[in-house]
T-cell receptor, first 113, second 115 residues
Framework: QQQVKQSPQSLIVQKGGIPIINCAYE??????FPWYQQFPGKGPALLIA?????SEKKEGRFTISFNKSAKQFSLHIMDSQPGDSATYFC????????????FGTGTRLQVTL | KAGVTQTPRYLIKTRGQQVTLSCSPI?????VSWYQQTPGQGLQFLFE???????NKGNFPGRFSGRQFSNSRSEMNVSTLELGDSALYLC??????????????FGEGSRLTVL
């Protein structure tokens, strides 16, 4: 019940395309859903996060869509660039376990020219 | 402001040995957590320390332990190493004072290879 399922495992899009990464969770106690971006040789870095009281959040070219009833959330990257090529992880946690994130398995994104 | 610093960055050990990894959090951050990253299992939470006390713990055997010092620096130890312990060990810090939710700042990790 602690799992966060992420798909696809890998994704290749052309520059300017809109890659979409999906995640689903089971534990309804989760109330914080961040996305992390990781480049090779680096640690993950927070990209954007959402709480279940909103259905969408935008920060620059990155958008999270959240569907509480379906227990799903997704990341959209608008006008993707080669510099966006990285591994993306969705995650979830709940109040009382600040740093105990349950991560998805990751999506390796490649943006081609 | 300096980021999260982990040492050593790379190390090689043999089965049965023990290893200690170190993490210096961002100045002012009192919470330090540790994660194991492997290709097969992904990112898995090990434990979190806040004000020298373990606040949360993941589902790892007792061979994995940690501690935090009064200056918020943290160490994790793995005893009786197994081949499956080969992984990237990531440390993350956050400035939260209570068990809320917020941004974790990760270091670049310590890559452990067990032969």
């Amino acid at each position: 019940q602690q799992q966060v399922k992420q798909s696809p495992q890998s994704l290749i899009v052309q520059k300017g395309g809109i890659p979409i990464i999906n995640c689903a969770y089971e534990n309804t106690a989760f109330d914080y859903f961040p996305w992390y971006q990781q480049f090779p040789g680096k640690g993950p870095a927070l990209l954007i996060a959402i709480r279940p009281d909103v259905s969408e959040k935008k920060e620059g070219r990155f958008t999270i869509s959240f569907n509480k009833s379906a227990k799903q959330f997704s990341l959209h990257i608008m006008d993707s660039q080669p510099g966006d090529s990285a591994t993306y992880f969705c995650a979830a946690s709940y109040t009382g376990t600040a740093s105990k994130l349950t991560f998805g398995t990751g999506t390796r994104l490649q943006v081609t020219l | 402001k300096a980021g999260v610093t982990q040492t050593p960055r790379y190390l090689i050990k043999t089965r049965g040995q023990q290893v200690t990894l170190s993490c210096s959090p961002i100045s002012g951050h009192r919470s330090v957590s540790w994660y194991q990253q492997t290709p097969g299992q992904g990112l898995q939470f090990l434990f979190e320390y806040f004000s020298e006390t373990q606040r949360n713990k993941g589902n790892f055997p007792g061979r994995f332990s940690g501690r935090q010092f009064s200056n918020s620096r943290s160490e994790m130890n793995v005893s009786t190493l197994e081949l499956g312990d080969s992984a990237l060990y990531l440390c993350a810090s956050t400035q939260l004072r209570t068990s809320g939710t917020g941004e974790l700042f990760f270091g670049e990790g310590s890559r452990l290879t067990v032969l």
